[in-house]
């Protein structure tokens, strides 16, 4: 059974850095695609990032605007999350889909706040 499990949110101040991190236990890391989105209430899920399965090809939400990188360590069946210079309106949780075709699978979320 496949399961995702986010970390390393948390609170930072603006102009801070936070490393996410997911964990995709069960099998299949290196053949699926990961994605990160992120949430605040009453808003829909936003596209954050995305990346191929061997990590060499991202994209990016408009709004990361170079201040985060994805990547993935398919050895460890883990992907990442760097944000730097983080923005207040940053602030959400912060969540990792794992896409093994045909199945999706989610994670809980991790809560990033950024405040001074």
């Known amino acids: 059974q496949v399961r995702v499990v986010e970390s390393g949110g948390g609170l930072v101040q603006p102009g801070g850095s936070l490393r996410l991190s997911c964990v995709v236990s069960g099998g299949g890391f290196s053949s699926s695609v990961i994605t990160w989105y992120r949430q605040v209430p009453g808003k829909e899920r936003e596209f954050v990032a995305t990346a191929t399965r061997d990590g060499n090809i991202a994209h990016y939400g408009g709004f990361v605007k170079d201040r985060f990188t994805i990547s993935r360590d398919n050895a460890k069946n883990t992907a990442y999350l760097q944000m730097d210079n983080l923005k207040v309106e940053d602030t959400a949780v912060y969540y990792c889909?794992?896409?093994?075709?045909?199945?999706?699978?989610w994670g809980q979320g991790t809560q990033v706040t950024v405040s001074s």
């Open positions: 889909k794992s896409y093994l075709p045909p199945n999706v699978y």
